[in-house]
């Protein structure tokens, strides 16, 4: 059964200052990692796929990499309107349409 | 503005009412998921269909009605539901492909359900 855990729960930070979420997995056989950002109220906003360990991803201020056991979402110089649920999920072989995701962390960045 | 368009963003039942959820998506893609998010809890799938094929979560309660009549179109039928399945109900879209590499599922942007 595949199994997604992201820590920290919930994180404040000030306006940039960087830091990173983490997302631990383990799956069958990767398909893919996923990052998702979800705003209150609204659905999960499609950020980066990695598909392989050692993989890096870039997004203006966000970052993901991916090892055989963990994914990081590095975030530099956070600006408020980063504050939002951040989603990491993975997709496996024995599970290939469908997603598991972890329970996310809550991000605020205070001005 | 998503490519998956959900109606309504918000609904009120009866725990004795029938109503559905409609989901709609301009991707060209071809399968549609069901997931629900309630408080704290992770993403949950509910039902897939890809490639006409119908694919569903085996605890989810038969008072969930999924149907697809097309590759565009997913609804989700509502009957006699209790209070704890309120949560915000998200479709979301894909491009079911064979091959190593993950497909990347779009959501739409929920209905909000509350039953009272």
């Known amino acids: 059964e595949d199994q997604v855990t992201q820590s920290p729960e919930a994180l404040r930070l000030q306006e940039g200052e960087s830091s990173s979420l983490n997302c631990s997995y383990t799956?069958?056989?990767?398909?893919?990692l996923f990052w998702y950002r979800q705003d209150p109220g609204k659905g999960p906003e499609f950020l980066f796929t990695?598909?392989?360990a050692g993989e890096e991803k870039e997004k203006e201020r966000l970052k993901a990499t991916l090892t055989k056991k963990e994914s990081f979402l590095h975030i530099t110089a956070p600006k408020p309107e980063d504050s939002a649920t951040y989603l990491c999920a993975v997709q496996s072989s024995g599970s290939a349409r469908q997603l598991t995701f972890g329970s996310g962390t809550q991000l605020t960045v205070l001005p | 503005e998503t490519g998956v368009t959900q109606t309504p963003r918000h609904l009120v039942m009866g725990m004795t009412n029938k109503k559905s959820l409609k989901c709609e998506q301009h991707l060209g893609h071809n399968a549609m998921y069901w997931y629900k998010q309630s408080a704290k809890k992770p993403l949950e799938l509910m039902f897939v269909y890809s490639l006409e094929e119908r694919v569903e979560n085996n605890s989810v309660p038969s008072r969930f009605s999924p149907e697809c009549p097309n590759s565009s179109h997913l609804f989700l039928h509502l009957h006699t539901l209790q209070p704890e399945d309120s949560a915000l109900y998200l479709c979301?879209?894909?491009?079911?492909?064979?091959?190593?590499?993950?497909?990347?599922?779009?959501f739409g942007e929920g209905s909000w359900l509350t039953v009272v």
């Open positions: 799956v069958s056989g990767l398909r893919g």
């Open positions: 990695l598909y392989s």
């Open positions: 979301a879209s894909s491009q079911a492909r064979t091959g190593r590499s993950g497909n990347t599922i779009y």
